[in-house]
């Protein structure tokens, strides 16, 4: 039998730790198949929903409603019907008018066109007494301009970030993968992902480079650093995983890593199918790459380097080496291509969301100044109505005339009368009274008028308008909560 002396322990010891072990390089293997499960996924373009023109239309019909005769009038051919082609002398007096005129010609042919009135009210075109107008004529501008400037504003987007297109990008990503888009794990070739066929030295094919012929994707990178070495190269143990190796290995001094070795690399990283490629996960796969660079004297290494060389030898380095990254690593990795190229799509990317995000809240302040423009004209109806109809006289109300009843048709006009809106918006829903059924605002006041003589029968029954008793001491007749408690109550009830 025989025995290990200590100095033939030792030998082994320092041999061993000469040569690169098993698995050394399965962090970079791992970084770099994320980049290749990339190829598999679906690049997520967030969508940039455009401007509500509709909604933006809308506003104008109405402001334009609420114009005057004359503004209205100015916008047509005589008699006819028919809006001028181009801005006249009246609307150039106007500043701005350049920017505005197409929104105003568009409201004068919508308040021309030939349809059903439930479609033009529908659509903002209303037809406003003079007085309606007047009411609402200012407040309604103020809407419109704010409107305007959320319907003329353009996302901050490049032409390319506009047209971005998932498939397309998708493209790009597997080019830099395998060096052709229209290849995959099964199909790609050595010379495809080197560029040109690398040659008969592993180490000159092994430096990060976009010149033709070096390792400048993905595909390249791998074989790189997971092929096991042959002919004047001594074989590692299997580095990345113990299928990466391939079969013929890479001839050192005789040819390029085989086709078929190239794929079976390819073919040890997990898919990716069904998963979305983001921004942040673009990102994410570059810098894993980037992280686990090292440096000795001066040159950068992706993979387990020994000493001399990256030629795919165990003593030596199985690598991918980057000249002048201790004086600028940066400029370095950036000789790979892919990864600026991936960045540079990250961002567009990031930048079209925060431009889809800004569009839809565009789009909701629309909606809701629309809400708002609505309630100006309702609000002015009400004001014009109560003209009209004599309800009130120097802005104040007639002592001698109730409140009119709960018949508002906006949240604000509803409220300010003393009602209660029951509804979903400013103008969608119902006005109805507080409390009893029916009561008006008057007879509020007087509950209220009474309440302050709580516990106090005597002020209660003392207060009068002359002969008429304004509270009473009394139990309610009907539909209080207290029915059974004697209290100060609206004496006219």
Same mark, same amino acid.
């Given at each position: 039998m025989k025995t290990l002396t200590v100095a033939s322990i030792w030998l082994l010891t320092i041999g061993a730790a000469a040569n690169i072990d098993r698995g050394e390089n399965r962090l970079e293997h791992a970084a770099l198949c994320n980049l290749v499960a990339l190829t598999d996924?679906?690049?997520?373009?967030?969508?940039?929903?455009?401007?509500?023109?509709?909604?933006?239309?809308?506003?104008?019909?109405?402001?334009?409603?609420?114009?005057?005769?004359?503004?209205?009038?100015?916008?047509y051919k005589g008699d006819t019907g028919k809006v001028h082609d181009d801005a006249q002398p009246y609307h150039k007096a106007f500043?701005?008018?350049?920017?505005?005129?197409?929104?105003?010609?568009?409201?004068?042919?919508a308040a021309k066109e030939q349809t059903p009135e439930p479609a033009k009210k529908e659509a903002g075109v209303l037809a406003l007494s003079a007085a309606t107008r007047q009411h609402a004529k200012r407040r309604l501008q103020r809407v419109a301009e704010a409107a305007h400037k959320l319907c003329t504003a353009s996302p901050a987007l490049s032409p390319e970030q506009i047209t971005l297109d998932g498939s397309k990008e998708l493209t790009k990503i597997k080019a830099a993968?395998?060096?052709?888009?229209a290849k995959d794990r099964s199909s790609a070739t050595t010379n495809e992902a080197f560029g040109a066929t690398p040659g008969n030295?592993?180490?000159?094919?092994?430096?990060?480079?976009?010149?033709?012929?070096?390792?400048?994707?993905?595909?390249?990178?791998l074989s790189c650093i997971c092929t096991k070495g042959a002919g004047t190269a001594t074989a590692a143990n299997p580095v990345c995983t113990d @299928? &990466?190796?391939? !079969?013929?290995?890479? *001839?050192?001094? /005789?040819?390029?890593?085989?086709?078929t070795?190239?794929? +079976? =690399?390819? @073919? &040890?990283?997990? !898919?990716?199918?069904? *998963?979305?490629? /983001?921004?942040?996960?673009?990102?994410?796969?570059?810098? +894993? =790459?980037?992280?686990l660079m090292t440096e000795d004297s001066g040159a950068g290494y992706l993979g387990k380097f020994k000493s001399?060389?990256?030629?795919?030898?165990?003593?030596?380095?199985?690598?991918?080496?980057?000249?002048?990254?201790?004086?600028?690593?940066?400029d370095a990795f950036a000789k790979l291509g892919w990864p600026a190229q991936l960045t540079k799509l990250a961002e567009d990317m990031e930048d079209r969301k925060t431009a889809a995000a800004a569009s839809a809240q565009s789009n909701a302040m629309l909606r809701q100044l629309a809400d708002q423009a609505r309630a100006v004209v309702d609000e002015a109806e009400e004001a014009a109505a109560s003209q009209r109809d004599g309800t009130i006289t120097n802005g104040k109300t007639k002592s001698n005339v109730k409140t009119a009843p709960c018949s508002a048709k906006t949240n604000t006009t509803c409220t300010r009368a003393g009602c209660k809106w029951e509804g979903t918006s400013e103008t969608e829903g119902?006005?109805?009274?507080?409390?009893?059924?029916?009561?008006?605002?008057?007879?509020?006041?007087?509950?209220?008028?009474?309440?302050?003589?709580?516990?106090?029968?005597?002020?209660?029954?003392?207060?009068?308008?002359?002969?008429?008793?304004?509270?009473?001491?009394r139990k309610e007749k009907d539909k209080d909560p207290e029915l059974e408690n004697e209290m100060c109550r609206n004496g006219s009830l």
């Open positions: 996924g679906t690049v997520d373009i967030p969508v940039v929903p455009p401007v509500d023109l509709t909604t933006c239309q809308y506003i104008q019909n109405l402001n334009f409603s609420a114009a005057s005769q004359e503004w209205q009038d100015s916008f500043k701005g008018h350049e920017i505005y005129w197409a929104g105003w010609k568009a409201a004068a042919a993968v395998f060096g052709n888009p030295a592993r180490a000159t094919a092994c430096a990060a480079d976009q010149a033709n012929g070096k390792a400048k994707t993905v595909a390249a990178l @299928k &990466t190796d391939g !079969s013929t290995g890479w *001839q050192e001094g /005789t040819g390029p890593v085989p086709d070795d190239l794929r +079976a =690399v390819l @073919k &040890t990283c997990a !898919s990716g199918k069904g *998963q979305l490629i /983001t921004a942040q996960r673009l990102r994410a796969a570059v810098e +894993a =790459v980037r992280t001399t060389s990256c030629n795919g030898s165990s003593g030596n380095g199985v690598c991918v080496s980057f000249a002048a990254y201790g004086t600028g690593p940066a119902a006005c109805k009274p507080k409390d009893r059924e029916g009561q008006t605002v008057t007879e509020a006041a007087k509950e209220t008028q009474c309440a302050r003589h709580t516990g106090d029968r005597t002020a209660c029954e003392n207060d009068k308008t002359g002969d008429k008793q304004n509270c009473a001491w």
